[in-house]
């Protein structure tokens, strides 16, 4: 995972000749599907850091990254997982880290505000646990994702835009783990170079 964020660094440090945009954006992820059914609660506790490099004067393409952590503390009851019934408080983690080659579409790029859509394809990886006493069990996975997006752009000034932005995140299923999918609502920053 270090490597993947190092990578990041890299690629959004390097100086090009075009117009380059990198966000950093505090991210709520709110569960559907099975992680919903896993985890009714929604996550606070998330970011996204994109990129994107104009190719055209309304066309991003770039990658995007993040990390919502989604976790429920279950009362004390009696649990049944696979063919094992264990009694306790249960306390479920799940963790969802995409990383996503994307492409945006920029209406109106030079105007105070700027709506925008966005599609990203790439991997996610999921790792859920579930806690009970000293006990652990753990699944996890690597999807393969897909992402739509919409959001906004709100000129601050000539190099920062504030950003608002909806995903929602969709990882087939694979390995131990049923598709996983949440959606995310994201506020950040735009600094643009």
């Known amino acids: 995972m270090k490597k993947i964020f190092l990578l990041l660094f890299v690629i959004v440090s390097i100086p090009a ?20 059914d896993f985890i009714g609660k929604p996550s606070f506790r998330g970011f996204t850091l994109d990129y994107r490099k104009l190719v055209q004067p309304n066309v991003g393409v770039g990658i995007d990254a993040g990390w919502n952590v989604f976790y429920s503390e279950k009362g004390y009851d009696v649990y049944t997982i696979e063919n094992l019934s264990y009694s306790g408080k249960q306390y479920r983690y799940n963790n969802q880290i995409p990383v996503l ?42 999807h393969f994702a897909i992402r739509p997006e919409l959001g906004i ?20 299923e694979a390995g131990d783990l049923p598709s996983q999918g949440y959606f995310a609502l994201n506020f950040g920053f735009v600094f643009k170079r």
Do not use: I
């Not at 117009?19 to 992680?35: A, E, I, N, P, R």
């Not at 752009?153 to 087939?172: A, C, H, P, Q």
């Open 17 to 36: 000749f075009s117009q380059h945009l990198t966000s950093l954006q505090y991210s709520m992820g709110f569960g559907t599907g099975d992680l919903g």
């Open 153 to 172: 752009l709100y000129d601050m000034n000539e190099g920062v835009s504030f950003s608002v932005t909806g995903k929602y995140y969709y990882g087939f």
């Open 101 to 142: 080659f994307a492409v945006d579409y920029y209406m109106n790029y030079d105007e105070a505000v700027t709506p925008f859509a966005g599609l990203g394809l790439g991997t996610m990886y999921s790792r859920r646990n579930t806690d009970m006493g000293q006990y652990t069990l753990e699944e996890e996975a690597w």
